[in-house]
Structure formats: structure tokens, C-alpha cells
């Protein structure tokens, strides 16, 4: 099976903290993405990456950055932590696949609940 | 940009069949995927169309009419235990780097009462 593994489940922080969010997958994937999700607006790409040391903004960057120095790793950092990053952080890894084919689905780590006072 | 709208919520019966729509605007569309997200759970995939036409896995089935831009999820024989939030996905070809980035709706809640 494939895991994926984040590093807590519930983070509590506080307001201009530097916060890691850790993400482990077992499969080989070549692409990892972060993902923050809120009630009424769904799942929002954060940061992606397809490859060691490659990385790609997604939807939504501001305020976080990530590394991939590992291909099973890819970490989010938050530099300075605020109120409106209180959210559920989600990572997901697949496979790099030819485009036509469907093996590629994004298998999802449990989920981080991150909560900035 | 990519656009994708779905139901916030539906309510259905055990035993009955239920469908949920999901409407997309996108350029260069590379595939549509649904997942289902138990309450405090991690997503998980539940199917994938790139083509028209309908896919079928056991009691749930997927379609898709790319001219329409329209995909739904069709749940048969109901159960208690289908009650999630049901995220449609849409894959757009990539500009630069890596593909398989995708844009998800904000979901729908369905609810399967006795």
C-alpha cells in the first residue's frame, strides 16, 4: 500500500512562529504536493514539486515556502506564522506518468491540523 | 484559470441511487478525477475519465462529456457508510514543469439517511 505520512496530526503555534510541516512517502512518487483545506473553499494547492530541488508555486503561495532536498520527502514551511494559517494542511504524492494513462491519482497523507494563535 | 462548480450538499436514502454533477471550465483539460473525503479523514480516489462516456467500479460509476464540460458521480445501492464529501478534481495540461497538478471543486457533503 501506499503511505503517506505527516509529521502531526494537531500543531498548535503561535503568532510569528517558524512552523515545518513534514511529509514522508514509501513509493518512489516523483511529485509531492501541499494542499490547504477550509470549509467552503475546498482543497487549494499550495506548493508542488516534480522532481529533487524542483518546486512550483501552485494556487497559493504566499506566505509559505517548501524543500525537497530528498525525493520521499517534501517539507512546508511557514517563515512566520499568522492567524489566517490556521488551517488543515494537507500533502499528496503520485507518480510522474505519461498524461493518457490513469495511475497517476494523488494518494493523500492524514492531514496536519494546524491552528496559529 | 480553471473553474469548477459542484452541489454543496445532497441528502438520499439507503438503498437509493444518487448523482452528483460537477461542471468545469478549464483550458487544455487533461483528465477529471472524483474522491471521497470521510469527515476528518484524507481524501482517497475513487475514479478517473479523460475520455467521454461512462466508467463504472462496482457501485459507483463516472461520467463525463467533455464538449458539455459536465462530469458526475453516480453512488448505487446507498450506504450509511457513503456518507462523505465527494471532491471533482480536473487535471489541466501542464504550461511549464511537472503535470499532474490538479484543481479540486470545494465538494459536495452527501448525507444517506435510513
Known amino acids: 500500500d501506499v503511505k503517506v505520512t505527516q509529521s502531526s496530526r494537531y500543531l498548535v503555534k503561535r503568532t510569528g512562529e517558524k512552523v515545518f510541516l513534514e511529509c514522508v512517502q514509501d513509493?518512489?512518487?516523483?511529485?509531492m504536493f501541499w494542499y490547504r483545506q477550509d470549509p467552503g473553499l475546498g482543497l487549494r494547492l499550495i506548493y508542488f514539486?516534480?522532481?529533487?530541488?524542483?518546486?512550483e508555486k501552485g494556487d497559493i503561495p504566499e506566505g509559505y515556502s517548501v524543500s525537497r532536498e530528498k525525493k520521499e520527502r517534501f517539507s512546508l514551511i511557514l517563515e512566520s506564522a499568522s492567524t489566517n494559517q490556521t488551517s488543515m494542511y494537507l500533502c499528496?504524492?503520485?507518480?510522474?506518468?505519461?498524461?493518457?494513462?490513469?495511475?497517476?491519482?494523488?494518494?493523500f497523507g492524514p492531514g496536519t491540523r494546524l491552528t496559529v494563535l | 484559470g480553471q473553474n469548477i462548480d459542484q452541489p454543496t450538499e445532497m441528502t438520499a436514502t439507503e438503498g437509493a441511487i444518487v448523482q452528483i454533477n460537477c461542471t468545469y471550465q478549464?483550458?487544455?483539460?487533461?483528465?477529471l478525477f472524483w474522491y471521497q473525503q470521510h469527515a476528518g479523514e484524507a481524501p482517497t480516489f475513487l475514479s478517473y475519465?479523460?475520455?467521454?462516456g461512462l466508467e463504472e467500479k462496482g457501485r459507483f460509476s463516472s461520467f463525463l462529456s467533455r464538449s458539455k464540460g459536465y462530469s458526475y458521480l453516480l453512488l448505487k445501492e446507498l450506504q450509511m457508510k457513503d456518507s462523505a464529501s465527494y471532491l471533482c478534481?480536473?487535471?489541466?495540461?501542464?504550461?511549464?514543469?511537472?503535470?499532474?497538478?490538479?484543481?479540486f471543486g470545494t465538494g459536495t457533503q452527501l448525507k444517506v439517511e435510513l
Open positions: 475519465n479523460v475520455l467521454d
Open positions: 514539486s516534480y522532481d529533487v530541488k524542483m518546486k
Open positions: 499528496a504524492s503520485s507518480l510522474f506518468a505519461p498524461w493518457d494513462r490513469d495511475d497517476n491519482e494523488q494518494f
Open positions: 478534481a480536473v487535471r489541466a495540461v501542464p504550461l511549464t514543469g511537472g503535470g499532474n497538478k490538479l484543481t
Open positions: 478549464t483550458s487544455g483539460f487533461n483528465g
Open positions: 513509493m518512489d512518487h516523483e511529485n
